[in-house]
Each structure stands twice: as structure tokens, then as C-alpha cells.
């Protein structure tokens, strides 16, 4: 058995944190779905850039809407809405079988909206519309402004990936926002089945304290992170709260480990993977690490709803001098603003694209 389907095995969802045209037209993200367990996919603005400043795959396609008078953000979510419905076709028989637990995709709003409530309200509830797909979740960032958007989107029966989340702080945040949402649809006499994730973001952390913790804690941070948020997970998942409105037919919103893939050449390429087995989750996977697990991966113990050393961990990174609470709002402004710069990125991508096949044309 692959350890791919034995971590699938395990209760955990496999999704890759990939999208790229070639991925479709060649059959490759079929592959994995029908080989490597795959179960869902996401998509960031950073993956959007790369893929279509690096592939041609997308010039015909740019150079047909910029003669229709499409340009800069509308032509691309044009472009992206093409990749993600076909994706989302590729595992709605998943999300059928699953009765909508698993087979899932996502798509962000623009990330310049993060901190603009209502706009990120309105672009949430347009984007779904336009994809018409059940199986889609829109992608909010868990900002201050982006938690009211969140719970107005649940209320309204949008599918919402809740993202750029760093700590169990956090990423309770988005729960509340999520279960408010959906108190309110009860209360309503509305259908309480809307899905969501919350996706908690775990390498960047390893990446921020590399160079200002003893070796021995290298690499140790970002578990430790999951780890807490896993247990304030748990914690919530059987609080009265929360089984009063899954008693009403409400389906629970899911942790989703982020940002999986190892960032430190001298650690296991796996190390994340091994290391946040855990039931009822998602682990979103670069496609590099996907294909490390596939090919030379182990699987370590399955995280427990205590925690595990968690706090211990913690309590050694404070007393190296690491301000976890800071740090984790320091995180999640350099994420949304990393996101931002790709966005004009992308923008420019777009732009000189339209440019050099208009003048080749």
C-alpha cells in the first residue's frame, strides 16, 4: 500500500497546493487523484504567477480575451475560474461520494482586499457565482477584516477556505466566525450544511525564528503550532456549541494544514507530512512534497487531541526569546502582504503577456 492511501488511511485528506494548466491537459492532476490519493486541490495568487508566467499554456487563451477587451483582474480570474471548474469537475465524484466532506477546490479573492471587509464580502459571493460549482471554496484570509466577510459569506451558504491562519489563537478566530455564520442560518430556518476549511499555515514559522533559536530547535516551531491548534481543534469539535448545531445537520468546519512543503535543505523533505497525521484534517501539499511522500515517505505517530508536547515545546522556543503571540500576528501581515505582491505580480505577468502577443499576432 502506498503511504499516500495509508495517511488517506489514516482519516487525513491529501490536497495539492498546485494548479497549473499543463496539470490539467496533461492528465498529471488525474493521475494523482487516481494514484496517489489525492483528494482536493488550492490555489494562491503566488501559484496563479508562476504558472502562467512560466508556460505558454495560457497564451491563446490571454490572447483571445484581451481581443475581446478583457484586461488585468478580470481577464485573470476568467483564467483562473477555466482551471478551477475543470478541476473541480475532476473530483466532484469524490465530493458526491463523500456527501461533501472531501473533494474540494479553491480559488482567493484578490488579495488586496484583505483588510476591505466588504469588498472582500462581495468578491467572495461573485466569484462563486461565476464558477457555479458546489464543490468550490472561496478563500478568505482570517485578518481582522476578513473575519466579519467570513461569517456573512457562511450565513449566505458560501463555501469559505479560511486562510493565512498562524496560530490556534487564530484559527479559533475563523471557528467563531465560521459557527456564527452558521447559528445564524439556524436561527433562520435556513440549511446549516455549508463546507469550510481553516487553514492554519505551519513551515513559515521554522522559517522566521531559523536563525534566532538553538539548533536543537530547529525546525521544531511551526509543529509545535499545529500541534496546540490541533488540540484546540478537538476541544471545539466537542464543546456543546458546536454539537448543538451539527445536531441541527450543520457539518463541522475542518483544520487544514498549510504551507507543508520543508523550506530547510538539511531537514526531511517530509518532515510536516510525517509529523501532522491527524484524523478528520487536511494536509494541502506542494507538488514536490506530494511526490516525496509518494515515492521515499514514512508516516510517524497520529497527533493526539491533548496536544501532545506541545506546551513543553512552546515553553522552550519562550525561553530562547521567541514572542509566539507577536510573531504570529507578524505572519500573517508579511503573508498578506506577500500575497499582495504577488498579486501585482501577476498583474504585470498578465499585462506584458497581452502585450507581446499582441504585438506577435
Do not use: C
Request: proline residues 4%.
Amino acid at each position: 500500500m502506498k503511504v499516500t492511501e495509508t495517511l488517506h488511511g489514516e482519516g487525513q485528506s491529501l490536497w495539492l497546493d498546485n494548479i497549473t494548466r499543463d496539470l490539467l491537459q496533461s492528465g498529471t492532476l488525474k493521475r494523482y487523484i487516481s494514484d496517489l490519493s489525492v483528494t482536493g486541490l488550492t490555489s494562491n495568487p503566488t501559484i496563479f504567477d508562476h504558472a502562467i508566467k512560466n508556460s505558454s499554456s495560457y497564451d491563446a487563451a490571454i490572447r483571445k480575451k484581451a481581443k475581446e477587451g478583457k484586461s488585468g483582474e478580470d481577464l485573470f480570474f476568467e483564467l483562473a475560474i477555466e482551471d478551477v471548474t475543470r478541476a473541480a469537475d475532476l473530483f466532484r465524484p469524490i465530493w458526491d461520494r463523500t456527501h461533501g466532506v472531501d473533494g474540494w477546490v479553491s480559488l482567493e479573492v484578490s488579495p488586496v482586499l484583505a483588510h476591505d471587509t466588504a469588498s472582500t464580502l462581495a468578491a467572495a459571493k461573485a466569484l462563486h457565482a461565476r464558477a457555479g460549482r458546489p464543490n468550490l471554496f472561496i478563500k478568505i484570509p482570517g485578518t481582522k477584516e476578513g473575519l466579519p466577510a467570513i461569517e456573512e459569506a457562511i450565513f449566505a451558504g458560501i463555501p469559505i477556505n479560511v486562510t493565512l491562519l498562524f496560530s490556534h489563537q487564530q484559527y479559533l478566530a475563523a471557528a467563531e466566525a465560521f459557527v456564527r455564520g452558521i447559528e445564524r442560518r439556524v436561527d433562520a430556518g435556513m440549511d446549516p450544511e455549508v463546507g469550510s476549511v481553516a487553514s492554519v499555515f505551519i513551515s513559515r514559522w521554522d522559517t522566521a525564528v531559523k536563525d534566532k533559536v538553538p539548533a536543537a530547535l530547529r525546525n521544531e516551531l511551526g509543529i509545535a503550532i499545529a500541534k496546540k491548534t490541533y488540540k484546540a481543534y478537538r476541544t471545539l469539535l466537542g464543546s456543546p456549541r458546536w454539537q448543538r448545531v451539527f445536531n441541527e445537520g450543520a457539518r463541522p468546519q475542518r483544520l487544514l494544514w498549510a504551507s507543508t512543503g520543508t523550506k530547510d535543505p538539511g531537514a526531511s523533505d517530509v518532515l510536516y507530512v510525517k509529523s501532522l497525521a491527524a484524523p478528520f484534517t487536511v494536509n494541502t501539499m506542494p507538488e514536490g512534497t506530494l511526490k516525496a511522500l509518494a515515492d521515499h515517505g514514512s508516516l510517524g505517530g497520529v497527533l493526539t487531541a491533548d496536544g501532545g508536547d506541545s506546551e513543553e515545546v512552546l515553553a522552550r522556543f519562550a525561553a530562547a526569546g521567541v514572542d509566539v503571540d507577536a510573531l504570529a500576528t507578524r505572519l500573517q501581515d508579511e503573508g498578506a502582504k506577500s500575497f499582495v505582491g504577488s498579486w501585482t505580480e501577476l498583474m504585470d505577468v498578465i499585462a506584458s503577456k497581452t502585450a507581446a502577443l499582441d504585438r506577435a499576432s
